[in-house]
C-alpha cells in the first residue's frame, strides 16, 4: 500500500495526491497522515509547489467526501446503518468509529464537520452523521474544506520542512532526513495494522 502511495504521488504529482486523498474518504486503510507529507516532501525536491499540493488535497478530500455524504442522504439512517453492519469490514469501518463520529456530530452539530477533518479515523465518516441530518450540501462542503485546508497544510508543511532541511542535514553526513521521512511511513504502517487487528478481532467478536 505505501508503494502504492509513493508511486502515486511520485509519478502522477498533483493528480496522485488529489486522487489519494479522495480515495481516502472511501477508503479509510488510506491514510492522509502519509500522503500529505510525502506531497510536501515532493513539493520542497521542485516537483510541485506546496500550495499546489495543499490545493488539490483539500478538493480530493472535499470532493472525495460528497458521494458518501450523498449516499447517507439518500438511503437514509436504516437501511445505511444495515449496510456497513454488513459489508462494513470490507472498507475497515467498524460501527463504533461511526458511532464516535455521530456523537461528534450530535454534540457540535453542523460545526462537527469542520472539527472532524481534524480528526484521523473520522474525517471521512462525519459525512455520515451529516447526511442523515440531510445538512445542507453548500454548508457541508464550506465547513469540510475550511477544515480540510488545515489539515492539509499542516501535514505538507511538515514534509515540506522536513525536505527542504535535507540538503543541509545531509552536508554533516548525518541520516536524520531520511530517518525522519521513516518515522512518518513507519507511523503510517502501525495505524494501518492497529485498524487491521481490531477489524480482526471485530469480527471474531461478532462470529462469537
Not at 472498507?91 to 477533518?117: M, N, P, Y
Request: hydrophobic share 50%.
Amino acid at each position: 500500500m505505501l508503494h502504492w502511495i509513493v508511486h502515486l504521488v511520485s509519478s502522477f504529482s498533483y493528480l496522485g495526491v488529489g486522487l489519494l486523498m479522495a480515495l481516502e474518504i472511501v477508503l479509510l486503510f488510506i491514510p492522509s497522515e502519509v500522503i500529505m507529507p510525502l506531497a510536501g516532501f515532493a513539493a520542497s525536491r521542485g516537483r510541485m509547489t506546496l500550495w499546489g499540493a495543499i490545493v488539490v488535497g483539500t478538493a480530493g478530500s472535499a470532493l472525495g467526501s460528497l458521494p458518501v455524504y450523498a449516499l447517507a442522504r439518500i438511503v437514509g439512517e436504516d437501511r445505511l446503518m444495515a449496510l456497513i453492519q454488513k459489508h462494513g469490514k470490507w472498507l475497515f469501518l467498524r460501527e463504533r468509529d461511526l458511532d464516535r463520529a455521530t456523537r461528534k456530530f450530535e454534540r457540535h452539530g453542523k460545526l462537527a464537520v469542520f472539527i472532524s477533518q481534524l480528526l484521523p479515523g473520522i474525517r471521512g465518516l462525519i459525512a455520515i452523521p451529516a447526511g442523515f441530518d440531510r445538512m445542507s450540501v453548500w454548508l457541508y462542503e464550506l465547513l469540510n474544506v475550511a477544515g480540510s485546508v488545515v489539515w492539509c497544510a499542516a501535514l505538507a508543511a511538515g514534509g515540506y520542512v522536513l525536505g527542504a532541511n535535507y540538503k543541509k542535514i545531509e552536508q554533516y553526513g548525518s541520516p536524520i532526513g531520511w530517518g525522519l521521512l521513516g518515522l512518518v511511513v513507519i507511523a503510517a504502517i502501525v495505524w494501518w495494522m492497529r485498524r487491521r487487528r481490531r477489524a480482526h478481532r471485530g469480527q471474531q467478536a461478532q462470529h462469537g
